[in-house]
């Protein structure tokens, strides 16, 4: 099992910035495949957001590319979603996301709230 734990959600006005963390523990052995971010918007079904693979390939949803940045240690099991130049349409649900041995895991989400 593995467990997922995402923090540094909040409240941030436009043009603003803030940075998610997720830390993943639990019984893991081997290395996981891929950490990412995911978001949902009321009423929209969930989206890819950014992923990263344990040899630093990134992967960005059109919508965050340049103002986005996913970084990760693996040593630390820790993935981290740097969002700058905030608008009101990235206010969503984030969600942690790792794959390890075939399943994927979920963290909790954190809310990202972004004012006019």
């Known amino acids: 099992q593995v467990q997922l734990v995402e923090s540094g959600g909040g409240l941030v006005q436009a043009g603003g910035s803030l940075r998610l963390s997720c830390t993943a523990s639990g019984s893991i052995f081997r290395p996981i495949v891929i950490m990412g971010w995911y978001r949902q918007a009321p009423g929209k079904q969930r989206e890819l957001v950014a992923t990263i693979t344990p040899g630093g390939i990134r992967n960005y949803a059109d919508s965050v590319k340049g103002r986005f940045t996913i970084s990760g240690d693996n040593a630390k099991k820790t993935v981290n979603l740097q969002i700058d130049n905030v608008n009101p349409e990235d206010t969503a649900v984030y969600f942690c996301?790792?794959?390890?041995?075939?399943?994927?895991?979920w963290g909790q989400g954190t809310q990202v709230t972004v004012s006019s």
């Open positions: 996301n790792a794959v390890y041995i075939g399943r994927a895991y």
